[in-house]
């Protein structure tokens, strides 16, 4: 699938983001040359780096499908119910314990169908640009998503970022089947930073992108540059949270980019 280079829907970082971000990869790069380690930069997903959801959509998607035998009436409701309960953490593992019984590479053929059917995904141009500048400069990129990793996966392949490097909500397969036994950490707050560290082993981002309050702990990690994003308007479902974010990165001096 080739990428989304409707460049004009959105607005892309300032000149002055552009030389704050390119001035902290400098010293990076110099950084981890003396440490013989790689630079790490880790990004949310929905809504940081394209605008849909993509978590969320997918589970749509199965519904309509009905792909998923035995789910309750009315599972949307039912999902929704248990994210607004005041801990969505449950939720979000539910959305990859539904799975259970089915083979990994099955629910891997239904996200790569979802993404086909969303083509083209809505891309940030400025967030390509990114990513593109940290693989020049042979920076480990991460994709810490609150959503199931498996959903995520073909929108990471867009930007080049390996499977393993997604990060998100899972169970365990076991010879290749899905459990609906939880396995790492639940991706989202201090989740996301737990998650990153345990895959990078213990090397701290540089940078981190994140577009709501959930990714509070991935900016708060960060050494050097901490983007927080949105593309929301007033009346989205999340509009709020990216408020919420903005906020507290006005407060730190973080950069902030509406897209």
Same mark, same amino acid.
């Given at each position: 699938?080739?990428?989304?280079?409707?460049?004009?829907?959105?607005?892309?970082?300032?000149?002055?983001?552009?030389?704050?971000?390119?001035?902290?990869?400098?010293?990076?790069?110099?950084?981890? $040359?003396?440490?013989?380690?790689?630079?790490?930069?880790?990004? @949310?997903?929905?809504?940081?780096?394209?605008?849909?959801?993509?978590?969320?959509?997918?589970?749509?998607?199965?519904?309509?499908?009905?792909?998923?035998?035995?789910?309750?009436?009315?599972?949307?409701?039912?999902?929704?119910?248990?994210? =607004?309960?005041?801990?969505?953490?449950?939720?979000?593992?539910?959305?990859?314990?539904?799975?259970?019984?089915?083979?990994?590479?099955?629910? $891997?053929?239904?996200?790569? @169908?979802?993404? $086909?059917?969303?083509?083209?995904?809505?891309?940030?141009?400025?967030?390509?640009?990114?990513?593109?500048?940290?693989?020049?400069?042979?920076?480990?990129?991460?994709?810490?998503?609150?959503?199931?990793?498996?959903?995520?996966?073909?929108?990471?392949?867009?930007?080049?970022?390996?499977? =393993?490097?997604?990060?998100?909500?899972?169970?365990?397969?076991?010879?290749?089947?899905?459990?609906?036994? $939880? =396995?790492?950490?639940?991706?989202?707050?201090?989740?996301?930073?737990?998650?990153?560290?345990?895959?990078?082993?213990?090397?701290?981002?540089?940078?981190?992108?994140?577009?709501?309050?959930?990714?509070?702990?991935?900016?708060?990690?960060?050494?050097?540059?901490?983007?927080?994003?949105?593309?929301?308007?007033?009346?989205?479902?999340?509009?709020?949270?990216?408020?919420?974010?903005?906020?507290?990165?006005?407060?730190?001096?973080?950069?902030?980019?509406?897209?």
């Amino acid at each position: 699938m080739s990428l989304n280079l409707d460049l004009m829907k959105y607005k892309n970082f300032d000149p002055q983001v552009w030389t704050k971000i390119k001035v902290a990869l400098k010293e990076e790069i110099a950084r981890c $040359q003396s440490l013989q380690v790689r630079p790490v930069a880790a990004f @949310d997903a929905d809504g940081t780096l394209w605008d849909t959801d993509l978590g969320e959509g997918f589970f749509q998607y199965q519904i309509q499908k009905n792909l998923l035998p035995g789910l309750p009436p009315n599972p949307w409701r039912h999902y929704r119910d248990m994210k =607004e309960s005041g801990d969505p953490r449950p939720a979000y593992l539910w959305l990859a314990q539904i799975n259970k019984g089915l083979h990994l590479t099955q629910i $891997q053929k239904w996200a790569r @169908d979802y993404l $086909q059917s969303l083509h083209p995904l809505p891309l940030f141009a400025a967030q390509q640009d990114l990513i593109q500048l940290l693989h020049d400069n042979q920076v480990d990129i991460y994709i810490v998503t609150a959503s199931i990793k498996w959903s995520v996966e073909p929108g990471a392949q867009l930007y080049n970022i390996p499977s =393993e490097n997604v990060l998100g909500v899972r169970t365990k397969v076991e010879n290749g089947i899905i459990t609906e036994t $939880q =396995e790492g950490e639940i991706t989202y707050r201090e989740g996301k930073f737990h998650a990153l560290l345990t895959a990078t082993g213990g090397r701290k981002p540089f940078l981190c992108a994140g577009n709501t309050f959930g990714d509070i702990a991935l900016l708060d990690g960060a050494t050097k540059i901490s983007l927080a994003v949105g593309a929301t308007k007033p009346g989205n479902e999340l509009f709020q949270a990216e408020e919420k974010l903005r906020a507290e990165a006005f407060k730190r001096n973080w950069i902030v980019h509406e897209f």
